[in-house]
């Protein structure tokens, strides 16, 4: 029988951190697709159809990261790809008021299957994915 | 610019149209009233920059007028005119929160100046409370900005280390090995100062805590439990909630500022726990409280340290803890929100056994009034 990789994406603007993202994942294995934004991941999630996306909140824009989420649970565009967990990572812990009440939701906007903490630590990242992968 | 707008309130219709034209000669917007109650609708409705009320009407009288005003929109003038002026009067009114008084008969040179000035202190009430938003707004930006760019590039650095120390980058010999765990303690370190610090300017920014709302601490625990769960697991240790469950805990709080101080207790019973170790969470209510009990199986704290742990920068020796804590404002921070809250935080340890900490929050009543 053969198993393919499962895929994980990652969608951050700094190249350190998706190298980093890279030889943690890697290790498991799994295959792993980067993105260096919202814009660059769009055309990515559609064609790769990752298991499980990494999402940095702290690009440009925190909207950014948000918005995406929402696109992806919501919206007809992505409509194929709706059930991919997705883990908001986040460097910095209190942009939009409180990390863990997830201010978009009070706006109507559906949030993120998960959070992790900038940096992460490899073993927490690994059982947080596992955990939304076995769902 | 719209010209002002000023609001008559009085009973005479004779007052009311001589003080009309008297304004409209000088570029004032003018709208009328003929009772307080009437008058307050008005402002409510138009939101004048000046009224100008007579003290003696039937109905209301002046003086509620002055007073409801300034709860409405304290930046709107008032100024009183009466026919029975005396001093006890214009003093009542100026307590009141009347701009000045006018006692009839007055010119219409004197009325003009009195609105003049009148409208003049406004401007510049406006004027100073516009610049003061405008400041808080870039000092919190300022803060968010300088928080991040200090941030990024230390997590960026922090991120490779944690790969390199799971192996994930290739064999790494011994020595240098434990030279990268230890350059990667003392980031931690930073980091946890520049959150610390990042807090402090915050809350200097903003004041303390924000506003105080019936919150369900249950759910608000649950929920950082759940959130913390896998870290705690990573680092040896086990976190449980401990209920109960099912039932609402409403506390009068202000959730990010709570958020704020239970992470900081869970994250140093995690961080200061022996491998293997355990971390409880619970809830309880007592007469006017509800109160939250965080124990654990760490390296306790020693008996003449214990009433200096909430000092600011004070901290207890790291030798034994996993990572490096930071800058030692934690717990002071903590215990300055949780008094905000006007409740408070004790500490019970054994040194060798383990520590537990209570947090004593005022209860809300179980439709959200007060306690």
Same mark, same amino acid.
């Given at each position: 029988?053969?198993?393919?990789?499962?895929?994980?994406?990652?969608?951050?603007?700094?190249?350190?951190?998706?190298?980093?993202?890279?030889?943690?994942?890697?290790?498991?294995?799994?295959?792993?697709?980067?993105?260096?934004?919202?814009?660059?991941?769009? =055309?990515?999630?559609?064609?790769?159809?990752?298991?499980?996306?990494?999402?940095?909140?702290?690009?440009?824009?925190?909207?950014?990261?948000?918005?995406?989420?929402?696109?992806?649970?919501?919206?007809?565009?992505?409509?194929?790809?709706?059930?991919?967990?997705?883990?908001?990572?986040?460097?910095?812990?209190?942009?939009?008021?409180?990390?863990?009440?997830?201010?978009?939701?009070?706006?109507?906007?559906?949030? =993120?299957?998960?959070?992790?903490?900038? =940096?992460?630590? =490899?073993?927490?990242?690994?059982?947080?994915?596992?955990?939304?992968?076995?769902? | 610019?719209?010209?002002?707008?000023?609001?008559?309130?009085?009973?005479?219709?004779?007052?009311?149209?001589?003080?009309?034209?008297?304004?409209?000669?000088?570029?004032?917007?003018?709208?009328?009233?003929?009772?307080?109650?009437?008058?307050?609708?008005?402002?409510? /409705?138009?939101?004048?920059?000046?009224?100008?009320?007579?003290?003696?009407?039937?109905?209301?009288?002046?003086?509620?007028?002055?007073?409801?005003?300034? +709860?409405?929109?304290?930046?709107?003038?008032?100024?009183?005119?009466?026919?029975?002026?005396?001093? &006890?009067?214009?003093?009542?009114?100026?307590?009141?929160?009347?701009?000045?008084?006018?006692?009839?008969?007055?010119?219409? &040179?004197?009325?003009?100046?009195?609105?003049?000035?009148?409208?003049?202190?406004?401007?510049?009430?406006?004027?100073?409370?516009?610049?003061?938003?405008?400041?808080?707004?870039?000092?919190?930006? !300022?803060?968010?900005?300088?928080?991040?760019?200090?941030?990024?590039?230390?997590? /960026?650095?922090?991120?490779?280390?944690?790969?390199?120390?799971?192996?994930?980058?290739?064999?790494?010999?011994?020595?240098?090995?434990?030279?990268?765990?230890?350059?990667?303690?003392?980031?931690?370190?930073?980091?946890?100062?520049?959150?610390?610090?990042?807090?402090?300017?915050?809350?200097?920014?903003?004041?303390?805590?924000?506003?105080?709302?019936?919150?369900?601490?249950?759910?608000?625990? +649950?929920?950082?439990?759940?959130?913390?769960?896998?870290?705690?697991?990573?680092?040896?240790?086990?976190?449980?909630?401990?209920?109960?469950? *099912?039932?609402?805990?409403?506390?009068?709080?202000?959730?990010?500022?709570?958020?704020?101080?239970?992470?900081?207790?869970? #994250?140093?019973?995690?961080?200061? *726990?022996?491998?293997?170790?355990?971390?409880?969470?619970?809830?309880?209510?007592?007469?006017?409280?509800?109160?939250?009990?965080? +124990?654990?199986?760490?390296?306790?704290?020693?008996?003449?340290?214990?009433?200096?742990?909430?000092?600011?920068?004070?901290?207890?020796?790291?030798?034994?803890?996993?990572?490096?804590?930071?800058?030692?404002?934690?717990?002071?921070?903590?215990?300055?929100?949780? &008094?905000?809250?006007?409740?408070?935080?004790?500490?019970?340890? &054994?040194?060798?056994?383990?520590? #537990? !900490?209570?947090?004593?929050?005022?209860?809300?009543?179980?439709?959200?009034?007060?306690?």
């Amino acid at each position: 029988m053969t198993t393919s990789r499962l895929k994980i994406m990652v969608i951050d603007d700094d190249p350190d951190f998706r190298a980093a993202m890279t030889a943690i994942l890697t290790s498991v294995p799994y295959d792993v697709v980067a993105a260096a934004g919202v814009a660059d991941a769009k =055309p990515k999630i559609l064609a790769e159809r990752p298991d499980l996306i990494l999402l940095d909140i702290m690009m440009d824009s925190l909207f950014d990261g948000f918005s995406l989420c929402h696109s992806l649970k919501t919206s007809k565009e992505f409509e194929a790809v709706r059930t991919t967990p997705v883990i908001f990572v986040s460097a910095v812990k209190d942009l939009a008021g409180s990390r863990f009440g997830f201010k978009g939701e009070e706006q109507g906007m559906a949030g =993120p299957d998960d959070y992790i903490d900038k =940096p992460v630590a =490899p073993a927490d990242l690994l059982a947080r994915i596992d955990r939304l992968l076995k769902r | 610019m719209p010209d002002p707008l000023i609001l008559i309130i009085d009973d005479e219709e004779s007052m009311r149209d001589s003080c009309s034209q008297i304004l409209l000669k000088g570029r004032y917007r003018v709208e009328t009233a003929s009772d307080g109650t009437a008058g307050l609708e008005k402002i409510r /409705a138009l939101r004048p920059d000046a009224v100008i009320v007579d003290l003696k009407m039937p109905g209301i009288s002046g003086f509620e007028v002055i007073e409801e005003l300034g +709860r409405i929109d304290p930046r709107i003038m008032a100024i009183v005119v009466t026919g029975y002026a005396t001093v &006890e009067s214009a003093v009542e009114a100026m307590k009141k929160g009347a701009y000045d008084f006018l006692p009839k008969p007055f010119t219409p &040179e004197e009325l003009r100046m009195i609105l003049s000035r009148a409208l003049e202190h406004r401007r510049v009430a406006l004027e100073a409370e516009t610049l003061r938003r405008e400041k808080q707004l870039l000092e919190e930006n !300022f803060i968010t900005m300088v928080s991040h760019q200090l941030r990024s590039p230390l997590v /960026a650095i922090q991120q490779y280390f944690e790969v390199i120390l799971s192996d994930l980058a290739g064999p790494v010999e011994d020595k240098p090995k434990d030279m990268i765990r230890r350059a990667s303690e003392r980031l931690t370190g930073l980091l946890h100062l520049i959150n610390d610090w990042l807090d402090l300017a915050r809350i200097d920014q903003k004041g303390l805590i924000g506003k105080v709302k019936p919150l369900d601490l249950g759910r608000m625990l +649950r929920k950082l439990v759940d959130f913390i769960a896998p870290s705690a697991t990573e680092s040896g240790a086990t976190l449980e909630w401990r209920g109960p469950d *099912n039932e609402p805990f409403f506390a009068l709080g202000d959730e990010e500022s709570l958020e704020q101080v239970f992470t900081n207790l869970l #994250s140093n019973a995690i961080s200061y *726990n022996k491998p293997g170790g355990r971390v409880d969470i619970s809830l309880r209510r007592e007469p006017g409280f509800i109160v939250c009990e965080v +124990r654990d199986t760490g390296i306790g704290i020693a008996k003449d340290h214990l009433p200096l742990i909430f000092d600011q920068f004070y901290q207890v020796s790291r030798r034994e803890s996993k990572r490096g804590k930071g800058s030692g404002l934690g717990l002071s921070i903590a215990k300055k929100i949780v &008094e905000a809250h006007d409740g408070r935080i004790e500490v019970s340890s &054994e040194p060798g056994v383990g520590s #537990s !900490f209570t947090v004593w929050i005022p209860a809300s009543g179980r439709s959200g009034e007060g306690a």
